[in-house]
């Protein structure tokens, strides 16, 4: 009996019912974070992408002085966000310590 091929490159692969779905909003989630990450300024490079939902994006932050600064500075981030194609519906933030660090 013939082993099944194994998928190597995940680009093209493309599941079927729900694990489809979840599969392609990961994807999606993973284009954003590097877009976001790819746009804030040197000081929010420890910003990752979180949560996304229809108005809110949670960012999470790699330390908590990174967090406090990126609280301090909401409005900044939000009109950075605002400007990425995707993300111009986004009305709030929500920024999260990472507590493993």
């Known amino acids: 009996m013939k082993k ?3 998928t190597s490159n995940l680009t093209n692969f493309r599941p079927a019912g729900d694990l489809g779905v979840l599969f392609e909003k990961a994807k999606k989630h993973n284009h954003l974070n590097s877009i976001l990450k ?12 979180c949560f996304l939902d229809a108005q809110n994006v949670t960012l999470l932050a790699k330390s908590s002085s990174l967090g406090f600064r990126a609280e301090k500075q909401k409005t900044e981030l939000l009109s950075l966000i605002k400007k990425i194609e995707g993300l111009t519906n986004i009305e ?4 999260k310590v990472d507590k493993k660090n």
């Open 4 to 6: 099944p091929d194994k």
């Open 92 to 95: 709030s933030i929500t920024i």
């Open 38 to 49: 790819n746009t804030f300024p040197s000081q929010f490079k420890g910003l990752d992408l």
